[in-house]
């Protein structure tokens, strides 16, 4: 077999560009595309295997093979030689086929006569698409060069692939991009909504794959690695006061964009026959193909460093920015790899819902998806590179799935249970200004969680009788400086109006872990969660604590002032919290300010160590609001972010309600109030058990407020008191069957 040449594989490309050019239909173009490959590269195969769902690869065109054969030889994700291919994402190059592991013969085919094989992957931006392979009846291994040029000519495929060149090959397989998708994540905020993708950073359209000029494309890669080189020394420049983190991917950045082998690479792929464009898109589908094989963390995150880059250098070639002209659709959903909280407070309440392909439960983009009470979803594998602009879009975001372009009976299914949903609030709307009292006579508070201006509203429209928790972290977090107190104090003021005397509760600064602002240095830690931060950051640099302790004390200016300090591990930290306060409120007397009318001064209790803090710190506080999503990873010691162990402890857990019994029974001693603030004080069932252990005040998202009163309103506290009691002498581990039985129960 005649071996390839930099010349032959130009030729090669120019015809299959030619063919993708023609207007003829799609199984035709790719008949054609296998001759053609097959008669370039001498050998007695060419077949191309596509996906035609997730797991089953499909054999669509060949030249060499039995014809009878397309589209009725299939072949499961792993299995054979071709499946081996596409599940490592990688060339699979033999001499002597038959006696390779993970062989299988497919007689139907007519390959048993072939002995060498080279499959190599049909892969784009890290999305498996397919398997190219010749075969030959002389035993040989191909060249180093001959792979080389077939993962181009791949990439070709792919590319056409993607444009739809191949559209209408098989009634049954359907063409990328058309076919419903069923995609699962982590639920971040609850909810449902119905829309259309908006893409945040709109994938770039690469519509010439070939060169004309290998000289020319050169010049083009070389021009544009050139600009990429200098935005990023700008980047680095402009950043030199900032963490460390962030200086750390821009110097990443810096050092593969000044890689000789990364440029290299690409300029080889041109010497080829590709575009500049093609070349770097190679590249970086390589790299997204790496990244799912390569289990170090440290690793995985250069990996998209250089995807990132990658990015950046296609939009400098193409002009293709963020701006494509495109308009918004009607109900848009925001699919986005990553979002930070700035940037998805500018789409604002125009969104329905949000898919990232990354993200944490507690990250900004989460804290700002509560606040503006749009379903979020996190950590949706392949969501950018499967969602096209426009298409229709189904998310749930109480389940974590996502419904990509799914069929009438699917979209019935969820409009229906929609409408269940706007039913049920029409009827909790009915109970906004009732009290939620127990059959018992018992009355809990319920009161609402927030962060932002616009959840302000919210406190009259849901029937919240407080503000529980009002996050100020937000206010740093969105911003590239820090915030000067004036600010703060602006900010302060405008929510206490907003509350119309009704209670606010505001937490200090709760920073670190995934919480970073650009404009505080990082510490590097192993366990972020569990290090520094919260009031362990206030105490150790207290001139932030100081100021914003100012600016609330001056934006109360003759109200009532609730102030709660996070992440309290022991009663000595308090102890120094409470001083800082008391020494703000006798400076700001001494400075002829207006002082609060009352101040209380509260903590979270988020670290079972607290719970156990001597009797004279339940004295002094004023009040303390157990923050039950820390609380709960760390009594259990499963991190709410790792989805191998958070939905394996249950908050109806008898040694959890244990626990969280001891806790009221400390503060109903000391006299302290006593209040439950996080995810599960949402949950109906959850909340009837909070309260028939003796917890009286809960702090929820506003649309959960309708849901938990209502069901409260048919209880009585006193036999759910009796039921967590019987279920605990019984020995079992878990009162949620029994209190669901009980709940069926009502009327």
């Not at 639920?187 to 993708?197: D, F, R």
């Not at 918004?328 to 125009?350: F, W």
């Not at 206490?496 to 872990?513: E, N, Q």
């Not at 820390?630 to 162990?645: G, P």
Request: hydrophobic residues 40%; glycine residues 8%.
């Amino acid at each position: 077999m005649p071996h390839r040449t930099k010349t032959d594989s130009r030729m090669l490309l120019r015809r299959l560009r030619d063919t993708l050019a023609q207007g003829s239909p799609g199984q035709e173009r790719l008949d054609r595309i296998t001759t053609i490959i097959a008669e370039s590269m001498g050998t007695d195969v060419c077949s191309v295997y596509l996906f035609r769902d997730p797991d089953t690869l499909e054999l669509c065109a060949t030249e060499g093979l039995k014809p009878e054969s397309v589209h009725h030889t299939r072949l499961r994700l792993g299995e054979g030689l071709v499946g081996k291919s596409a599940r490592l994402a990688r060339p699979i190059n033999t001499a002597n086929a038959p006696a390779e592991q993970g062989f299988r013969y497919m007689p139907e085919t007519g390959e048993d006569v072939f002995t060498s094989f080279l499959g190599v992957p049909i892969q784009r931006l890290g999305e498996r698409l397919g398997v190219l392979v010749v075969q030959s009846r002389e035993s040989r291994l191909y060249s180093e060069d001959e792979v080389y040029g077939l993962e181009v000519v791949a990439m070709v495929l792919a590319e056409m692939t993607e444009l739809g060149a191949f559209v209408g090959m098989s009634a049954d397989m359907p063409s990328p991009h058309m076919r419903q998708a069923v995609l699962h994540g982590i639920p971040a905020q609850e909810g449902e909504a119905e829309g259309h993708v908006w893409l945040h950073q709109p994938r770039v359209v690469i519509t010439n794959l070939v060169n004309d000029d290998s000289q020319a494309e050169l010049k083009r890669l070389q021009q544009a690695v050139n600009a990429l080189r200098v935005s990023v020394d700008d980047m680095l420049a402009a950043t030199r006061s900032r963490d460390k983190e962030h200086m750390e991917v821009l110097q990443t950045y810096r050092m593969f964009a000044h890689s000789r082998g990364w440029l290299k690479r690409m300029e080889e792929d041109i010497r080829l026959g590709l575009s500049a464009e093609a070349a770097v898109e190679k590249e970086q589908s390589e790299a997204r193909a790496r990244l799912e094989t390569v289990p170090d963390a440290y690793l995985r995150d250069r990996l998209h460093d250089l995807d990132d880059l990658s990015n950046r250098l296609l939009r400098i070639l193409t002009g293709q920015g963020n701006e494509t002209g495109a308009e918004m659709p009607e109900r848009p959903i925001l699919v986005a790899r990553n979002i930070g909280p700035g940037e998805l407070l500018e789409y604002g309440r125009n969104l329905r819902g949000v898919v990232l392909e990354e993200g944490s439960v507690g990250s900004h983009a989460a804290i700002v998806a509560r606040a503006l009470a749009i379903p979020l979803i996190i950590n949706v594998p392949r969501i950018t590179t499967e969602a096209l602009n426009g298409d229709h879009i189904l998310v749930d975001g109480t389940e974590g799935v996502v419904h990509l372009r799914p069929d009438d009976s699917i979209t019935s299914a969820f409009r229906d249970k929609m409408a269940m949903q706007a039913k049920a609030q029409e009827r909790y709307a009915s109970l906004r200004g009732k009290p939620a009292t127990a059959l018992c006579g018992t009355r809990i508070t319920l009161k609402m969680n927030a962060g932002l201006m616009a959840d302000l509203p919210s406190l009259r429209s849901s029937g919240a009788e407080a503000v529980g928790l009002f996050r100020t972290e937000l206010q740093f977090l969105i911003r590239d400086k820090m915030p000067k107190r004036a600010e703060l104090v602006a900010n302060y003021t405008r929510v206490l109006d907003a509350a119309h005397g009704k209670k606010v509760y505001f937490r200090t600064l709760d920073i670190g872990s995934d919480k970073v602002t650009p404009y505080m240095k990082r510490p590097d830690e192993p366990n972020p969660a569990m290090g520094w931060r919260a009031l362990r950051v206030g105490l150790d640099k207290p001139g932030v604590l100081r100021m914003q302790l100012q600016a609330l004390i001056r934006a109360a200016a003759g109200r009532p002032l609730s102030v709660m300090f996070p992440l309290v591990a022991q009663a000595s930290e308090f102890d120094r919290a409470r001083d800082v306060l008391m020494r703000e409120l006798d400076r700001e007397r001494r400075l002829g300010h207006v002082l609060p009318e009352k101040v209380e001064i509260g903590t979270m209790l988020e670290t079972p160590s607290l719970a156990y803090a001597p009797d004279s710190f339940f004295k002094a506080v004023d009040f303390i609001s157990i923050g039950g999503n820390d609380l709960k990873q760390f009594f259990f010691a499963a991190d709410r972010e790792n989805e191998l162990v958070r939905r394996r402890y249950d908050t109806l857990n008898l040694s959890f309600l244990t626990f969280l019994q001891h806790i009221v029974d400390r503060c109903h001693v000391a006299g302290t109030d006593l209040s439950f603030c996080g995810e599960d004080a949402g949950r109906p069932l959850d909340a009837l058990a909070f309260a028939g252990i003796g917890i009286q005040a809960l702090s929820m998202r506003p649309a959960s407020v309708g849901p938990v009163k209502s069901l409260i309103r048919r209880a009585n506290l006193n036999e759910v008191s009796e039921i967590i009691a019987r279920t605990k002498a019984r020995g079992l581990e878990n009162a949620r069957p029994a209190l669901l039985d009980y709940v069926a129960s009502l009327p």
